[in-house]
């Protein structure tokens, strides 16, 4: 079983609707969440963590955990073309980050 | 604060030689983590270093090795290059690893092996 799970889509939106981004992780002693962003042909970028149950926006973005049920998520409001990108959740455990494969986002104009 | 740094950026080898990878953490992160990131198996743990010492490794062969300097500053090495090991090589660093700390990834280097 896999540590970090997402769906690799690809999920397309139209531009200035709600993307939504979901991940599940196997572990239940996983401490900490993130969500990177990442271009094609560039490195990952970290956009959101979130340590606790519950929301967290910055922006346009909003993390969500529910760590009962093991599940991580994005929104991305008023979503862009400039968010075309792959969105990967990782999670950290002990010393650790675990990657999920990343979903694929398009966003059409 | 300047972030990650990696270099070289791009690398072309040939089969069988040997390669040398660099990676500077961001200033006072002590933690380094190596990845290798193929469009077919996404992103790859290889290993993690915090005070020079490795606390974890990833399933690659033995192969690939690595090191930090006291300065955090790492290295990776490959030797013996196959054409599998052409991929995206990234460093990452972190103020410790574990808990609650965000991990920054560098640019990356581009190795190609022919």
């Known amino acids: 079983q896999k540590e970090v799970e997402q769906n690799s889509g690809p999920l397309s939106v139209p531009e200035g609707a709600i993307a939504s981004l979901n991940c599940t992780y196997s572990?239940?002693?996983?401490?900490?969440f993130f969500w990177y962003r990442q271009y094609s042909g560039k490195s990952p970028e970290l956009i959101m963590s979130?340590?606790?149950?519950g929301d967290k926006e910055d922006g346009r973005f909003t993390a969500q955990l529910n760590k009962a049920s093991q599940y991580v998520s994005l929104l991305i409001r008023d979503s862009q073309p400039s968010d075309s990108a792959t969105y990967l959740c990782?999670?950290?455990?002990?010393?650790?980050?675990?990657f999920g494969t990343g979903t694929s986002l398009t966003v059409i104009p | 604060k300047a972030g990650v740094t990696q270099t070289p950026r791009y690398l072309i080898k040939t089969r069988g030689q040997q390669v040398t990878l660099s990676c500077s953490p961001i200033?006072?992160?002590?933690?380094v983590s190596w990845y290798q990131q193929t469009p077919g198996q996404g992103l790859q743990f290889l290993f993690e270093?915090?005070?020079?010492?490795?606390?974890n490794k990833g399933n690659f062969p033995g192969r690939f090795s690595g090191r930090q300097f006291s300065n955090s500053r790492s290295e990776m090495n490959v030797s013996t290059l196959e054409l599998g090991d052409s991929a995206l090589y990234l460093c990452?660093?972190?103020?410790?690893?574990?808990?609650?700390?965000?991990?920054?990834f560098g640019p990356g280097t581009r190795l190609t092996v022919l």
């Open positions: 990452a660093s972190s103020w410790l690893a574990g808990g609650y700390n965000e991990q920054f």
């Open positions: 270093y915090f005070s020079e010492t490795q606390r």
């Open positions: 200033s006072g992160h002590r933690s």
């Open positions: 572990d239940r002693v996983s401490q900490s």
């Open positions: 979130i340590y606790s149950n």
């Open positions: 990782a999670v950290n455990k002990g010393n650790q980050f675990y």
